[in-house]
């Protein structure tokens, strides 16, 4: 009999195989001389209280082996000569995702990325840290990999009745990655790791004959003579791109594309986002925390470095942590000269001293009422960019970001003083206060009062607060037909992933991308 047993065990316990044994044996009531193989399926830590545990979920063998076990594999058969052409504009998680899926569906992707590849990305990104001048089309957001690629890489999801979320792990793991991820209750990738995987998934596209081309910025639309239909895209360039379909994967801050989709006439609809700053610790108070350490007392050798996820609301607004990055770093995510943007990512190890997270509260459409006469529907992409610029002012420049520790902030008064931080650039002192919008700053004064109740010195003085968070996703959806996933207005466009307001992290979008391109096969 093969089947799967859930056990929980002490953390050393736990690393043990005949502890293993034992308890599974204890729990389907047989002898331990019967389980003659086990493999594990699924692993999380419970840290709720002491001693700290592993849940294992275990797939066995009882009075017979277990089938040798095989990494995934992903072996795309080269596209027929005359396969329908896709535009595939974007190379995040949903457009790289959506390419693949065309390989498998017989269909030939034709990548188009306004940035560069994922390594020349990464020179790219390296004068942003000594406050030099941000590339306008290759930094934290634009290139290869998309926004996610120096974003730590974190796969937990919530969406998995989007689609196979294990099939999208797979994939990652058959482009290189650590085979943890389909075991690991919260994988991450690491955006050390990251750029390899990305390379690969890239080779596996030209290989079965797709194209990818850089620095390849689309900035028209192409429609059928009778302008009822999408046919392909202009770059930059002049050059045009031709196929049977265009799936728009472009990422939350491609503004340039809203405003194009805008000037076509085409629907946009203003969403609900999220803004705040970024919040850090050193990573030894969130271990403590999490953890329940004594004074002193080390974290435990095999634990990774802690983590959190914290959610309430203030006045009908959620208030929340997001894209928490434990042993990482803030980094400068501006897409313009003249903004100044922070987020957060981590190496795979997680092993620098610092925790960070997004700290952030619900912004709705109307609350950028004050734009919607000069902007209309885009009025929540220029309330963004208002406060970036802002932040950019406060800073003084060159990628400083305004800081101010949380005391102070909760006091309202300027840090005479700030704490070490990851965060490269440098810091301004600052009271966040006058730089955030009122409602904003009101309910994150509240927000955290009540997560210091939860996690111990969440607002304490070691805390910092970081301006400003405001990418946390787009503040406009490019609308869909629910069916058939093409725009409301021209079909042959198929709004994809987080920048079209569909996904909100690199799985779901991932799995966007794969629907999207189903949709497509769909009408071949």
């Not at 895209?233 to 045009?240: I, N, P």
């Not at 996820?309 to 006045?315: C, K, M, R």
């Not at 902030?409 to 009271?431: C, K, N």
């Amino acid at each position: 009999m093969i089947t799967e047993v859930d056990i929980h065990l002490p953390l050393k316990k736990a690393l043990r195989e005949e502890a293993r044994r034992k308890a599974v044996a204890q729990k389907l009531e047989i002898s331990p001389y019967r389980v003659l193989g086990m493999r594990l399926l699924k692993d999380s830590i419970d840290a709720r209280r002491r001693p700290i545990c592993r849940q294992l979920r275990l797939l066995v063998g009882v009075d017979e082996e277990l089938p040798p076990a095989e990494l995934p594999r992903r072996d795309y058969v080269p596209v027929a000569a005359g396969a329908p052409r896709v535009i595939i504009v974007g190379s995040g998680p949903g457009g790289l995702f959506a390419a693949l899926r065309c390989l498998e569906l017989g269909l030939c992707p034709i990548v188009l990325e306004r940035g560069r590849d994922v390594f020349a990305r990464s020179l790219d990104l390296q004068p942003l840290h000594c406050g030099e001048s941000v590339d306008e089309e290759s930094n934290y957001c634009f290139g290869e990999g998309g926004a996610g690629t120096f974003s730590d890489g974190k796969l937990f999801t919530r969406a998995t009745k989007r689609g196979p979320v294990m099939e999208v792990y797979e994939t990652f793991v058959a482009h290189g990655a650590s085979p943890d991820i389909l075991t690991d209750a919260q994988p991450h990738l690491g955006s050390d790791k990251l750029p390899d995987i990305i390379k690969a998934m890239r080779n596996s596209i030209l290989a079965a004959g797709g194209e990818v081309h850089f620095s390849t910025r689309v900035n028209g639309l192409l429609r059928s003579a009778d302008g009822r239909r999408l046919c392909g895209v202009r770059s930059a360039d002049g050059r045009e791109w031709v196929g049977k379909a265009v799936i728009l994967a472009t990422g939350h801050s491609a503004r340039d594309v809203y405003r194009m989709l805008h000037e076509e006439g085409l629907s946009l609809e203003g969403k609900t986002f999220a803004v705040g700053v970024r919040i850090e610790h050193p990573q030894a108070l969130v271990d403590a925390a999490q953890y329940h350490l004594r004074p002193g007392e080390q974290r435990p050798q095999g634990l990774p470095a802690a983590r959190y996820t914290l959610a309430t609301n203030v006045e009908d607004r959620g208030v929340h942590s997001f894209c928490m990055c434990p042993g990482g770093h803030i980094v400068p995510a501006a897409t313009a000269n003249d903004e100044v943007v922070v987020n957060g990512m981590s190496l795979s190890a997680r092993n620098s001293p610092w925790a960070n997270s997004g700290f952030v509260v619900t912004v709705k459409p109307e609350d950028a009422a004050a734009y919607t006469a000069s902007h209309g529907v885009m009025a929540g992409l220029a309330w963004q960019k208002a406060l970036e610029v802002a932040t950019s002012q406060a800073g003084g420049g060159r990628q400083k970001a305004p800081a101010q520790r949380v005391t102070d902030f909760l006091a309202g008064r300027v840090s005479a003083t700030l704490p070490e931080s990851s965060y490269q650039p440098g810091l301004t002192s600052w009271d966040l206060n006058e730089l955030l919008p009122s409602f904003v700053s009101r309910r994150m004064k509240v927000g955290l009062q009540f997560f210091n109740r939860k996690l111990r010195g969440f607002a304490g003085e070691e805390a910092l607060l970081i301006g400003c968070e405001t990418r946390t996703s787009s503040p406009l959806r490019i609308p869909r037909d629910s069916t058939t996933l093409q725009h409301v207005d021209l079909p042959g466009l198929y709004p994809c992933g987080e920048g079209a307001g569909y996904a909100g992290g690199i799985v779901s979008a991932a799995l966007d991308g794969r629907r999207c391109a189903e949709a497509v096969a769909a009408t071949c």
